[in-house]
């Protein structure tokens, strides 16, 4: 069973950055599409940002776009979020998931996601 392993939220001022992790072992990530998702409290779970198995195709909410950048580590066997220029409204648990189907594009909707990181909560306040 794939476990996932996400660290890196936190406090942080608005306008400031954080990046946040998402690894595991024994599986090869690279072979998944990864997506990020995040939910405040009384909201829906919302699409952040999802990477391709092979890392040919990237999509981001609009909201985060210029702002946050996804990314994988082949050799960590990890992908990370970075999140810069931090709002408010970014504040929400952050949770990575992945897709082991063989379709050749990520989406940011979470019916195709199998596997689900415990969340890390990142807020942004001053």
């Known amino acids: 069973q794939l476990q996932l392993v996400q660290s890196g939220g936190g406090l942080v001022q608005p306008g400031g950055s954080l990046r946040l992790s998402c690894a595991t072992s024994g599986f090869t990530l690279d072979h998944f599409n990864i997506a990020w998702f995040r939910q405040a409290p009384g909201k829906e779970r919302e699409g952040v940002s999802c990477?391709?198995?092979?890392?040919?195709?990237?999509i981001y909410k609009d909201s985060v776009k210029g702002r946050f950048t996804i990314s994988r580590d082949i050799a960590k066997n990890a992908v990370y979020l970075q999140m810069n220029s931090l709002k408010p409204e970014d504040t929400a648990t952050y949770y990575c998931a992945a897709d082991n189907t063989r379709s050749s594009e990520c989406e940011l909707s979470v019916r195709p996601y199998d596997y689900w990181g415990r969340g890390t909560q990142v807020t942004v306040s001053s």
């Open positions: 990477v391709n198995k092979g890392s040919t195709y990237i």
